[in-house]
């Protein structure tokens, strides 16, 4: 089946720790993103990349970094420098339309 | 700056009814517009877009209208079920941008039966 995994579903960091969210499509998409949710408001971009070996930080890309080396995979890094790193983080792929398509997400909670 | 507004956070409706979502967007440069519907702890899922060349795009029981000198569209859902109880965002881009989409905050979408 073609889609978007996102692991670990649940993940826990101690403050002061750097922690890596997966994301993987086999959806052949050049483009990938990865925003994140917090309660009551809406998804905010994060870094987004149109090709492999490139990516452009979003709005709220304080804190975060992210690596293309691989069409099918966009990893994000959450950094110590993110001062509230809690929330549920989506990535997307697209494709040279408009419509973007959602892996199913991973919680972070910092101890 | 908010450029893109769901000032109803959250909607009861009776099953059968229609369901009217708003959104409102602020930027001008938008001209393609989408409908997510969200389920809790998973992620959005496509449900309908609308180019700013059209006023109306239907599919199956989901319409989205767009009124662009008020800078408003809305999503229609008629009748709606119980199954349709998520929380709706709707997101604007403007095309050749690298598609990057801007969120309203969404509206909790309640089907009572």
């Known amino acids: 089946d073609g889609g978007i995994t996102q692991s670990p579903k649940y993940l826990f960091r101690k403050e002061g720790q750097n922690v890596t969210l997966s994301c993987e499509q086999n959806?052949?998409?050049?483009?990938m993103y990865w925003y994140r949710q917090d309660p009551g408001q809406g998804l905010r971009l994060i870094y987004y990349?149109?090709?492999?070996?490139?990516?452009q930080k979003g709005d709220i890309a304080e804190g975060y970094s992210v690596s293309r080396e691989k069409k099918e995979s966009f990893p994000l890094t959450v950094t110590s420098a993110q001062k509230n790193p809690t929330a549920f983080y989506l990535c997307a792929s697209s494709t040279r339309r408009n419509e973007q398509f959602f892996g199913p997400g991973t919680r972070l909670t910092v101890l | 700056d908010q450029q893109v507004k769901q000032n109803s956070p959250s909607l009861s409706v009776q099953e059968g009814r229609i369901s009217i979502l708003n959104c409102d967007y602020t930027n001008s440069m938008f001209d393609y517009f989408l409908w997510y519907k969200k389920y809790p702890a998973e992620g959005p899922t496509f449900l309908i877009s609308i180019s700013s060349i059209k006023d109306k795009n239907e599919d199956g029981r989901f319409t989205v209208f767009l009124n662009k000198s008020a800078k408003h569209l809305s999503l229609h859902i008629v009748p709606s079920q119980p199954g349709d109880s998520a929380v709706y965002f709707c997101a604007a881009v403007q095309t050749g941008t690298a598609s990057k989409l801007t969120f309203g905050t969404g509206t909790r979408l309640q089907v009572t039966l």
């Open positions: 990349s149109q090709i492999v070996n490139d990516f």
């Open positions: 959806l052949n998409h050049d483009a």
